[in-house]
């Protein structure tokens, strides 16, 4: 258990509506990572972060921005959700550097209808 | 770029049938890693293994053991006397970048395993 908490773990939203998900890790590791998984994709990385306020753009970041103001917490905002980003968002940490694990928290199951 | 592909999409095998799922991937790095998890229909992403492309010898733990050959650049993943509990969506992830420690995930194999 790596100490990695999703928040909500469901959310229904409608279509143009801002949404955050939330990411909290207790161990201060300072990599972090949004991903989604969709049928037929895997996970693909939407953003990671460093360190705090340092954040960057993964493969699928259209959409979707991130803030991490402490080290703990790393925050995925949707500014105005669409279908398309329904979806599972799976959160992760790096324990160290140097291509160390990654560990995931348990998921967020959200729904733009 | 660094790309990998699982090309089983699904298998299924009865319980005590051994089971190899296959991992291509392709990087111009000299050095580089490669990682297996595993996601049981509960959904969670458990972390399986860690190789480096500088030890090529396989891995074993208990009933899964891995075989990473450079020549062929795979990374295959064989389950012996699978079980009902080894149902899942295997994910082959190759390590992208040093410096920035992300992963690319394969798109995973499902395996169904059978009593």
């Known amino acids: 258990d790596a100490g990695i908490t999703q928040s909500p773990r469901h959310k229904v939203t409608e279509t143009g509506t801002p949404v955050t998900l939330r990411c909290h890790q207790t161990?201060?590791?300072?990599?972090m990572y949004w991903y989604r998984q969709d049928p037929g994709h895997g996970l693909r990385l939407i953003h990671y972060?460093?360190?705090?306020?340092?954040?960057d753009k993964g493969e699928v970041s259209d959409g979707y921005s991130v803030s991490r103001s402490k080290t703990e917490d790393f925050l995925l905002t949707l500014e105005s959700a669409t279908s398309s980003q329904t979806s599972v968002y799976f959160c992760?940490?790096?324990?160290?550097?140097?291509?160390?694990?990654?560990?995931f928290g348990p998921g967020t199951r959200l729904t733009v209808t | 770029a660094q790309k990998v592909t699982q090309a089983q999409t699904e298998i299924s095998v009865v319980e005590k049938e051994d089971v190899t799922l296959d991992c291509v991937y392709e990087?111009?790095?000299?050095?580089?890693?490669l990682f297996w998890y595993k996601q049981p229909p509960s959904g969670e992403l458990v972390f399986l293994i860690r190789?480096?492309?500088?030890?090529?010898q396989n891995e074993i733990s208990g009933r899964y053991s891995w075989n990473f050959q450079k020549s062929t650049s795979s990374f295959n993943f064989t389950i012996t006397a699978s079980q009902v509990v080894d149902s899942a969506v295997y994910f082959c992830?190759?390590?992208?970048?040093?410096?920035?420690?992300?992963?690319?995930f394969g798109t995973g194999t499902r395996l169904q395993v059978f009593p």
């Open positions: 992830a190759p390590f992208a970048s040093y410096n920035t420690d992300k992963l690319i």
């Open positions: 992760a940490i790096n324990t160290g550097t140097g291509a160390s694990e990654q560990y």
């Open positions: 972060s460093y360190g705090v306020k340092d954040t």
């Open positions: 161990e201060n590791h300072r990599y």
């Open positions: 990087t111009r790095d000299t050095t580089y890693y």
């Open positions: 190789r480096n492309s500088f030890d090529e």
